[in-house]
């Protein structure tokens, strides 16, 4: 069993990173799963919530760090050095086209999934009854960023999976623990 899964994975990393290839997500996909591409939105976030909610969006920031912080060490310090699950870039049998740093450790659980699903999770469920519309683009933030994994040659799918299913759960959990003790923020009027 744990063969055939195995087989499947190394066959859909195979059409992601060689048959999905062309010039546009050579550029797009490495640049959504670059950490520094993303610290405008992070920056933009902090500021936001910091402006319109005071008080409470400080409580929020650190909630929503918690949840990624802890999604992080789970994936990164907990679940990889227990699996030790070889990169798809790191293993020679592969035909890997490689459009990224392959990076030191191990594959399973991807920690861009992880962490993205878990903070993409908090903030739909926390931000849900003020931003509906941001909903599916959380969604799709997530998913290309982790896609962006695949295509660039450093994950397997299953590690994407697991990782994702794994950043869900987390971010769930952080955002029931958080909304137990604080409620949603309501909107404070900004100072003139």
């Given at each position: 069993?744990?063969?055939?899964?195995?087989?499947?994975?190394?066959?859909?990393?195979?059409?992601?990173?060689?048959?999905?290839?062309?010039?546009v997500?050579?550029?797009?996909?490495?640049?959504?799963?670059?950490?520094?591409?993303?610290?405008?939105?992070?920056?933009?976030?902090?500021?936001?919530?910091?402006?319109?909610?005071?008080?409470?969006?400080?409580?929020?920031?650190?909630?929503?760090?918690?949840?990624?912080?802890?999604?992080?060490?789970?994936?990164?310090?907990?679940?990889?050095?227990?699996v030790?699950?070889?990169?798809?870039?790191?293993?020679?049998?592969?035909?890997?086209?490689l459009?990224?740093?392959?990076?030191?450790?191990?594959?399973?659980?991807?920690?861009?999934?992880?962490?993205?699903?878990?903070?993409?999770s908090?903030?739909?469920?926390?931000?849900?009854?003020?931003?509906?519309?941001?909903?599916h683009?959380?969604?799709?933030?997530?998913?290309?960023?982790?896609?962006?994994?695949?295509?660039v040659?450093?994950?397997?799918?299953?590690?994407?999976?697991?990782?994702?299913?794994?950043?869900?759960?987390?971010?769930?959990?952080?955002?029931?623990?958080?909304?137990?003790?604080?409620?949603?923020?309501?909107?404070?009027?900004?100072?003139p």
């Amino acid at each position: 069993m744990l063969e055939t899964i195995i087989g499947w994975d190394e066959q859909i990393f195979y059409w992601i990173n060689h048959d999905w290839s062309n010039p546009v997500l050579d550029v797009v996909l490495p640049f959504f799963r670059e950490r520094k591409s993303w610290i405008p939105l992070y920056l933009f976030l902090i500021v936001f919530m910091a402006y319109r909610f005071r008080k409470k969006g400080a409580i929020f920031i650190f909630a929503a760090l918690l949840t990624v912080g802890a999604s992080d060490l789970l994936s990164s310090r907990i679940i990889k050095p227990s699996v030790e699950r070889l990169r798809p870039c790191r293993q020679e049998q592969l035909d890997v086209e490689l459009r990224a740093r392959c990076g030191s450790g191990f594959s399973f659980t991807s920690s861009h999934a992880t962490n993205h699903f878990a903070i993409a999770s908090f903030f739909i469920l926390t931000m849900a009854n003020h931003y509906r519309w941001t909903k599916h683009l959380w969604w799709l933030w997530a998913l290309t960023i982790s896609i962006g994994q695949i295509y660039v040659g450093v994950h397997f799918p299953f590690d994407i999976l697991c990782g994702s299913m794994l950043g869900i759960a987390i971010g769930t959990l952080g955002a029931r623990l958080y909304s137990r003790s604080n409620p949603i923020p309501e909107f404070v009027p900004a100072s003139p």
